[in-house]
């Protein structure tokens, strides 16, 4: 499995339910990226995320969450 690779988005939050800043740890360029996440409510920061991973190369973006 050597073309399996790991990044992360560090959100920061100005305040609840604002985010701030998002910086992406990692390389994402020519990669399908997943983002796994807890709990979904109006799914800004999800897409705030995958616009973040799009930017930066990402070539298709899969999300799951729990509910």
Known sequence: MDDIGLAMIIKQ??????????DLVGDVNDCDCIIVDDMIDTAGTL????????????RRVFAFASH
């Open 13 to 22: 939050r100005a305040r609840a339910g604002t985010v701030d800043q998002m």
């Open 47 to 58: 897409c705030k995320a995958a616009d973040v991973l799009v930017s930066k190369g990402a």
